[in-house]
């Protein structure tokens, strides 16, 4: 089992920058995917990036691509989401979450993951 705890949301203008951190509880966490989703007020939840756990070939939402990151540091049983340009629609609560049973997918479905975080809260002012 494994605990997640998301970190660096806040309140940001257009246009800027925020990474977010997900720091995980566990000895395993290098056979985990790991995926991170938003959900913005009275929208359903959806995906935005993932990564498998061995960093090979991480995957974007295209409303994303060229302007997230996502990477992970095991050393640090961390996953980041570096997030560029930031545009006032992406507002939402950001969740952090583990996929254990297919950990080598790069997987896109939330059913995937069996573990997620709190969510941190990420606003973009105009």
């Known amino acids: 089992q494994v605990q997640l705890v998301e970190s660096g949301g806040g309140l940001v203008q257009a246009g800027d920058s925020l990474r977010l951190s997900c720091a995980a509880s566990?000895?395993?966490?290098?056979?985990?995917?790991m995926g991170w989703f938003r959900q913005a007020p009275g929208k359903e939840r959806e995906f935005v990036a993932a990564?498998?756990?061995?960093?090979?070939?991480?995957y974007y939402a295209d409303s994303v691509k060229g302007r997230f990151t996502i990477f992970r540091d095991s050393a640090k049983n961390t996953v980041y989401l570096q997030m560029n340009s930031l545009q006032p629609k992406e507002t939402a609560v950001y969740y952090c979450?583990?996929?254990?049973?297919?950990?080598?997918?790069?997987?896109?479905?939330?059913?995937?993951?069996?573990?997620w975080g709190q969510g941190t809260q990420v606003t973009v002012s105009t």
């Open positions: 979450a583990a996929n254990r049973r297919t950990g080598w997918a790069t997987s896109l479905s939330s059913t995937d993951y069996g573990y």
């Open positions: 566990g000895r395993t966490f290098g056979r985990y995917g």
């Open positions: 990564i498998n756990w061995s960093s090979v070939s991480p």
